[in-house]
């Protein structure tokens, strides 16, 4: 019945869909492009949790060679996730794990336990904001804070802000969780414009051809004019009315003028932003007895070589970009975000795995048990909270695999053997790790900054 119910309010949406001039909001899509033809999917997936768990350790018996790209020396991290792709290359680092200095050290970042600090990098400048909503910027260089902006007023102060960041051409551009998206140029440190939507931004940023893409917690995808924040367009896809801890995510193909949109109701839409033509749609949906609500429980888009990748936390799922084709489905539950490379990937699952999948047939190639491995390395009582992994790189040609606890665990990429397991924190991992000109840059969660070469 559910099933039935979602399919007919889909195809009210998009048998009812038209771009209106003045408001900028899709209502028809003989205006977009040759309305349905346009579309070519339109499904609900059901993917029921009840199937076998891929729980295995595999060796690579067949010596399958993991091609991995030479590393990529990067001075900026202008975006959250890197790129425009969501897929973080091969990074240079030193690979020292020299602790070279505890950078600076801000009690009123004042930042939630469960929030993550997502840092940038631009110029040689450090970019990241606290729950109070200021906008900090630190020289790399001199190790002295250059500003801090608050663009919020008193009747403002009670509300605990998420700021999303993105940094071209030496502007900030932030949205926030009470409406709010503007930019700051970071020379003068003035605001360029800025603008109230309305609705509460809930999603990452990306810009391409002097274009804004950003989406709301109603589930609309905006796009929005870089150097007025003049809103162009806005599509309407489903809203979730229960609240989910799933933040929309947005990814855009250069190469074809794509954005694929992932939104918290399990929707994942590829639309050509030149065209404003829906190329295909799909939902994801988890049904659970565990899952009460049915909320979409997921990771990020990732994108390489037309493989759009994904968790729906119970599953990993492999999407064909152009097509909207699913290329397979694993019954892998996973939290963290893939990594790719052109022909493999390599993921972390719920039940401590580590996990090498070839990109076009979906099998195994390796899997090792996190765990286990660690334990033939330090004693059980010296990796409280190891196996919580928050995030996996591929850096210096190796898997890097920051835990909750501050510790970093080196795989081998061919094989899954564990290189090295070193604590590189002494408090909790408290940011996303970025890396600039061969160093890195982790924050811990007293909100101390620490760069790594």
């Known amino acids: 019945m559910k099933r039935l119910i979602f399919f007919l309010f889909s195809?009210?949406?998009?048998?009812?869909?038209?771009?209106?001039?003045?408001?900028?909001?899709?209502?028809?899509?003989?205006?977009?492009?040759?309305?349905?033809?346009?579309?070519?999917?339109?499904?609900?997936?059901?993917?029921?949790?009840?199937?076998?768990?891929?729980?295995?350790?595999?060796?690579?018996?067949?010596?399958?060679?993991?091609?991995?790209?030479?590393?990529?020396?990067?001075s900026n991290w202008s975006d959250e996730f890197f790129n425009l792709s969501n897929n973080i290359p091969n990074i240079n680092y030193k690979n020292n794990k020299i602790l070279v200095s505890k950078i600076l050290s801000i009690s009123k970042l004042n930042n939630s336990k469960d929030r993550l600090i997502r840092p940038l990098i631009h110029n040689q400048k450090i970019i990241f904001s606290n729950n109070k909503g200021v906008i900090f910027v630190f020289s790399l260089k001199t190790y002295k804070k250059v500003f801090e902006f608050n663009f919020y007023k008193k009747k403002h102060k009670k509300f605990k802000k998420e700021v999303y960041l993105v940094i071209k051409d030496n502007?900030?551009?932030?949205?926030?969780?009470?409406?709010?998206?503007?930019?700051i140029n970071m020379e003068n440190q003035q605001i360029v414009w800025a603008k109230n939507f309305g609705i509460p931004f809930r999603s990452n940023i990306k810009i391409k051809d002097n274009l804004l893409f950003s989406s709301n917690q109603e589930n609309e995808l905006l796009s929005i004019?870089?150097?007025?924040?003049?809103?162009?367009?806005?599509?309407?896809?489903?809203?979730?009315?229960?609240?989910?801890?799933?933040?929309?995510?947005?990814?855009?193909?250069?190469?074809?003028?794509?954005?694929?949109?992932?939104?918290?109701?399990?929707?994942?839409?590829?639309?050509?932003?030149?065209?404003?033509?829906?190329?295909?749609?799909?939902?994801?949906k988890t049904f659970s007895s565990e899952n009460k609500n049915d909320l979409f429980i997921g990771t990020p888009l990732s994108l390489k070589s037309n493989s759009l990748v994904f968790s729906t936390g119970k599953t990993i799922t492999n999407v064909d970009a152009i097509s909207g084709s699913i290329i397979w489905t694993k019954n892998i539950p996973s939290k963290v975000k893939p990594i790719l490379t052109d022909k493999h990937m390599f993921i972390i699952s719920d039940n401590k795995l580590l996990i090498c999948i070839n990109n076009i047939s979906g099998e195994v190639v390796w899997s090792t048990n996190i765990v286990k491995r660690s334990n033939e390395k330090v004693s059980k009582s010296n990796y409280k909270n190891l196996d919580f992994i928050k995030r996996i790189l591929i850096v210096d040609g190796k898997l890097f695999l920051f835990s909750d606890a501050g510790f970093l665990l080196t795989f081998n990429t061919q094989n899954g053997n564990l290189i090295s397991l070193d604590k590189i924190l002494k408090k909790k991992l408290g940011s996303q790790p970025i890396f600039s000109e061969g160093n890195m840059y982790l924050f811990n969660k007293k909100s101390q900054l620490f760069k790594f070469e």
Do not use: H
């Open 11 to 74: 195809l009210l949406i998009f048998t009812n869909c038209s771009f209106d001039n003045k408001t900028g909001i899709w209502k028809n899509a003989e205006d977009i492009v040759e309305k349905k033809e346009q579309i070519k999917s339109e499904e609900l997936i059901d993917i029921f949790v009840e199937n076998k768990v891929f729980y295995e350790e595999k060796k690579n018996n067949n010596n399958i060679k993991i091609n991995i790209e030479s590393d990529f020396k990067n």
């Open 171 to 183: 502007i900030i551009y932030a949205a926030d969780n009470l409406g709010y998206m503007y930019a």
């Open 225 to 284: 004019n870089l150097f007025n924040g003049e809103k162009i367009w806005q599509f309407q896809t489903t809203p979730q009315l229960l609240k989910s801890s799933f933040i929309n995510n947005i990814l855009v193909d250069k190469i074809n003028d794509n954005i694929f949109f992932l939104n918290n109701y399990g929707e994942l839409y590829s639309v050509n932003y030149k065209t404003r033509g829906i190329n295909w749609f799909k939902a994801f």
